[in-house]
Nanobody, 115 residues
Framework: QVQLVESGGGLVQAGGSLRLSCAVS????????LAWYRQAPGKQRELVVS???????YTAESVKGRFTISRDDAKNTMYLQMNNLNRKDTAVYYC?????????WGQGTQVTVSS
């Protein structure tokens, strides 16, 4: 069983920045797809950013230019750098590692943006 543990969430003022971390209990080099999702109150979980094993990235239009996914293979950790946050970014953020035959999620970390 692979475990993913998020950290770095919290309360931030609009316009501020946060960096979320997701520590993975296995080598992330072998994971086909790493991704960050978020779920706001009363809304469906949505994909925010993702990165393939080869390094190709996807960024949702709503966060383009503000959010960046990255990884540190030596630390088996992925990151979500969030800049210029606004209240619409308030949500629980989840990391995910998936591939053929496996799909693992973290427990989530709350990000709250105040005006």
């Amino acid at each position: 069983q692979v475990q993913l543990v998020e950290s770095g969430g919290g309360l931030v003022q609009a316009g501020g920045s946060l960096r979320l971390s997701c520590a993975v209990s296995k080598s992330i080099i072998s994971i086909n797809l790493l991704a960050w999702y978020r779920q706001a109150p009363g809304k469906q979980r949505e994909l925010v950013v993702s990165m393939t094993r080869a390094g190709a990235t996807y960024t949702a239009e709503s966060v383009k230019g503000r959010f960046t996914i990255s990884r540190d293979d030596a630390k088996n950790t992925m990151y979500l750098q969030m800049n210029n946050l606004n209240r619409k970014d308030t949500a629980v953020y989840y990391c995910r590692g998936s591939g053929l035959g496996y799909d693992f999620w973290g427990q989530g970390t709350q990000v709250t943006v105040s005006s």
